[in-house]
């Protein structure tokens, strides 16, 4: 008997309507931990078949981890992978929320869908029933409706939903998977994934509970974390003002990204901060499955300008600075209705607000000009046109169109010096975190499988300082603090254990922001959940590895697919100074940077152009 999960994947071909189950080992489980490993096991076992084949099918992988479902703290964790739109390679994104414990609930540990449907179709699943049906009616309505009547016709309000907007159905390059309308799966474009096959959402109800090795020890774990999470500053400041906290203290630090990462500090920062939304739009917080830490924050407007609808939730971080100090703008209400059109739509907000941005800064240099905008005055600042580029990339619209390919693309398009602030790796836009002030952050940008993503691992700024934050990763291997902006041997092993740990998480479907570095729940209480759940041993070791192996497969699935070193480029932009700040005059040393990445390179086992060694590979049993 499998505990913790149910060994069962669901398969799902669209193009003659099958329904088929594959069976997983607990040897596999233990192996892949499910999530990302699961993504890049099924990924290399099709590639395996024929290259060609998988790239022109590219299932879809909806995978929950071997720890999603555990009713404790940061364990609601989705993975979705196929191979990306924007990368061309390895893709995948993530997100919380309650869909992938109702999906092991109703007896799945993830589900596949292969091929493309002929028509319009949502699939609706009750535990062993699973149902393909029209979608004709609902095809081209937002998340928001579409959710309604989906639930109106199967006659059931407590589904779990994960859908796609019209952004995925025009297949932006950038659209997301929304779970819920308010949880996230942004990144890599696996909406467009979803929507090239034509489905519009997955309903899910499942009532048969999940079996564990050891409940009650899961229950005693979780009750201590509910109060003990309230003395860890990193965990209860999430609670009192999400991860929009973390506008004040990078715009202090001097990397708040602002106009098109031009400048590290934004003079609309307070207005725009997780404070002053507590304080002003802040209608009540919300958590994901069974996590007391209620970081998720749900605002509303409503007033003669502007109404913002609280079913969506609220911005988090990433929105206020890519729709805020990115763009210029400080109205918080503004940004709160970014994120409500961005949900109901379906698209990343990160790669909106950075290629709107971009935009911003083509118009106000002249690259572009009022006749290519189609009227649009696409000055920082201007909140009006942000709003309707925003509709515009989601309906390819005019300049709509080309932004909607992502900021690569368009500085293809409009030349003239523009690809030297297009905000990209691998083609996806960077997050909101400056890397000039974390070196780290960098790295990972440049070696991420999924282009750049600024949650490959802990960051440097967590790791200053000797203290609790150290002592508490040392069972990692990781003994000595490092400046944030340190280069060299050091920090790329720093880097490396970091990533490994991160890895792991994101195999087993739990929140990066709970246990530590981010968080304060440590290693071993992390892996005495995981062990009480499923009944294994696991070890910090074997931990660790298992990220590795995630690292490594998901990698090698990229230089299989032509995606290699030769598309880690950092924007130039990074290595030009920082403008205004307390980092002003800071800026990627190239030279230092590269050498550091070589470092990395041996650590990993991988060759001197990043491809990972034959022995390498071997030694994780890929």
């Known amino acids: 008997m499998n505990f913790g999960f149910t060994g069962k994947i669901l398969k799902i071909n669209l193009n003659d309507k099958s329904i088929s189950v594959i069976e997983t080992e ?4 233990r192996k892949y931990m499910g999530g990302k490993g699961l993504i890049g096991y099924f990924m290399m076992n099709e590639m395996e078949k024929d290259t060609y084949n998988m790239k022109l099918v590219n299932n879809l992988y909806i995978m929950t981890g071997v720890m999603s479902g555990i009713p404790h703290a940061g364990t609601s964790r989705l993975m979705v992978g196929a191979i990306s739109p924007i990368t061309g390679g390895f893709g995948m994104s993530e997100s919380g929320g309650f869909f992938s414990a109702e999906l092991k609930k109703a007896g799945w540990d993830g589900i596949i869908l292969e091929g493309q449907s002929k028509d319009p179709v949502y699939i609706y699943i009750k535990d062993d029933n699973v149902e393909i049906k029209d979608a004709s009616h609902i095809w081209g309505k937002g998340i928001g409706e579409s959710n309604q009547l989906i639930k109106d016709e199967i006659k ?3 589904v779990r939903m994960s859908q796609i907007g019209p952004a995925g159905e025009n297949e932006v390059q950038y659209a997301s998977i929304i779970n819920d309308l308010k949880h996230a799966c942004g990144r ?4 467009a994934v979803m929507g090239s096959k034509k489905v519009k959402a997955i309903a899910v109800k499942g009532t048969r509970g999940i079996d564990f090795y050891n409940l009650d020890n899961l229950r005693g774990i979780s009750k201590w974390y509910s109060s003990y999470y309230k003395e860890k500053p990193l965990t209860y400041g999430l609670y009192l003002y999400g991860t929009a906290a973390s506008v004040m203290s990078n715009h202090k630090a001097g990397m708040l990204p602002t106009r098109n990462f031009s400048e590290g500090t934004f003079e609309g920062a307070e207005k725009i901060s997780g404070e002053t939304m507590a304080e002003t739009i802040l209608k009540k917080r919300e958590g994901c499955y069974s996590c007391p830490i209620r970081c998720k924050r749900v605002v509303e407007v409503n007033n003669e300008k502007l109404t913002v609808d609280p079913k969506f939730g609220g911005p988090e971080y990433e929105t206020i600075g890519s729709m805020g100090s ?9 940004i709160a209705k970014t994120h409500e059109i961005c949900n109901d739509m379906g698209i990343d907000t990160i790669s909106t607000g950075v290629s709107i941005s971009f935009a911003m ?8 000009n009022i006749s290519h905008t189609d009227g ?18 989601v309906y390819k619209d005019g300049i709509g169109r080309i932004l909607a390919k992502g900021v690569k693309f368009a500085a293809e398009v409009f030349g003239n010096g523009s690809e030297a602030f297009a905000m ?4 996806q836009e960077l997050a909101m975190h400056d890397p000039r002030g974390k070196v780290g952050v960098a790295l990972g940008y440049s070696v991420s499988p999924t282009g750049a993503d600024h949650m490959q691992a802990g960051h440097d700024t967590l790791l200053t300082n000797t203290g609790e934050n150290i002592s508490n990763v040392n069972i990692l291997g990781i003994s000595q603090p490092l400046s944030p902006i340190e280069y060299g041997k050091s920090k790329a092993e720093m880097y490396s254990i970091l990533e490994k740990w991160w890895s792991f998480l994101n195999m087993a479907g739990v929140c990066d922001f709970v246990p530590v570095p981010r968080g304060s729940l440590s290693v071993e209480k992390l892996l005495e959940l995981l062990n009480s759940a499923t009944g294994w041993d696991v070890s910090v070791e074997e931990a660790v590895e298992a990220g590795e192996r995630g690292i490594n497969l998901a990698r090698h699935i990229n230089y299989r697919l032509g995606v290699n070193e030769l598309n880690e480029e950092l924007p130039k932009r990074l290595y030009e100074p920082l403008t205004k700040g307390k980092l002003e005059g800071t800026s990627i040393d190239k030279e230092k940077f590269n050498n550091m990445k070589k470092e990395y390179y041996k650590i990993m086992g991988w060759d001197s152009n990043g491809q990972p060694l ?8 890929i």
């Open 376 to 393: 649009i005055e696409l000055n920082f600042g201007n909140e009006d046109s942000l709003l309707s580029m925003i509709n515009k990339i």
């Open 326 to 334: 990115m763009c210029g703008i400080d109205n918080l209400e503004i």
């Open 614 to 621: 034959k022995e390498t590979l071997h030694k994780l049993g």
């Open 188 to 191: 890599n474009g696996m909406g």
């Open 26 to 29: 607990n040897k596999v489980m």
């Open 156 to 158: 059931d309000k407590t």
């Open 424 to 427: 990209h790796v691998k083609g």
């Open 361 to 368: 800064e083509c118009y106000e240099k002249g690259i572009i």
